[in-house]
């Protein structure tokens, strides 16, 4: 799948908005967070957002993911050590294009999730999002052609936080949104849903004519479950975890 898409004639930007480990009370929890660390790397993404299942795992396993995968996140403290793994913004150049990706996670979320109470507040702290994104936001917008934010949040959580910031251009929502859509024009950003636990992928197609400025739109929604030709090492690796624990 994520072939297909690096060899579209256009170039792309592989992103996704957070929540890649498996909830704390999956009975496989640890060993399925282990298999996204083995796995995601071959997906050859561009920037991966945080999500609260995900900052749930802790520290050590926050910093065994930053090895592998291009994390980002603006609102969210962590040991410096960690912290310069996973940065504000991660800048991409794309067919020498400018891309600024920065993301968040909503603290609601995290705050309210069991165990989140359990750990130091020195090892992790999540903080309010505008605050966090403003300063960052601005400076993107200011060098990039295109801002991309991963927000992991509600529909309603996005809209109070776009209404606090300089705009942006693509929002891309994780935790799971009920309905895949997009483009989705929502408070001057074009807002992409692709569905929960990554069953689908959404594919937008920019012809981006001037910084931040966009005409004309595609979107299409790949259905993981109906794509049966995927890469050979990754299934391969899938299917013998799965054969491991009686999965199907």
């Given amino acids: 799948m994520f072939k297909k898409i690096r060899a579209l004639p256009t170039p792309a930007v592989v992103v996704d908005a957070g929540d890649f480990t498996p909830d704390a009370d999956d009975t496989l929890a640890a060993e399925k967070s282990g298999l996204m660390l083995e796995t ?6 561009d920037a991966v957002g945080l999500g609260e299942t995900d900052l749930i795992r802790g520290v050590d ?11 980002v996140c603006a609102n969210v403290k962590l040991p410096p050590d960690i912290q310069a793994r996973i940065p ?9 294009h400018k891309v600024a990706v920065t993301g968040y996670v909503d603290p609601l979320l995290y705050y309210t999730w069991p165990g989140a109470f ?22 993107a917008r200011e060098q990039a052609d295109l ?8 529909k309603d959580e996005i809209s109070d936080w776009l209404d606090g910031v300089p705009p942006v251009d693509v929002v891309v929502q994780g935790h799971r949104p009920e309905v895949p859509q997009g483009p989705l024009e929502f408070k001057r950003a074009l807002l992409v849903r692709s569905g929960p636990r990554s069953r689908r992928v959404a594919q937008l197609d920019l012809n981006l004519i001037a910084p931040h400025t966009v005409k004309g739109t595609h979107f299409k929604l790949w259905d993981l479950s ?21 999965l199907k």
């Fill in 118 to 139: 359990d750990r130091s507040p020195d090892s992790l702290t999540v903080v309010d999002p505008i605050q966090a994104l403003a300063p960052v936001i601005t400076e």
């Fill in 147 to 154: 801002v991309v934010v991963l927000a992991h949040g509600d």
């Fill in 40 to 45: 995601m790397p071959m997906m050859d993404y």
């Fill in 88 to 96: 504000a913004v991660r800048w991409l150049d794309v067919d020498g």
């Fill in 226 to 246: 109906k794509i049966h030709d995927g890469d050979e090492k990754l299934d391969d690796v899938v299917k013998a975890f799965n054969a491991r624990y009686g």
């Fill in 61 to 71: 396993y926050l910093a065994e993911a930053s090895k592998v995968l291009p994390l």
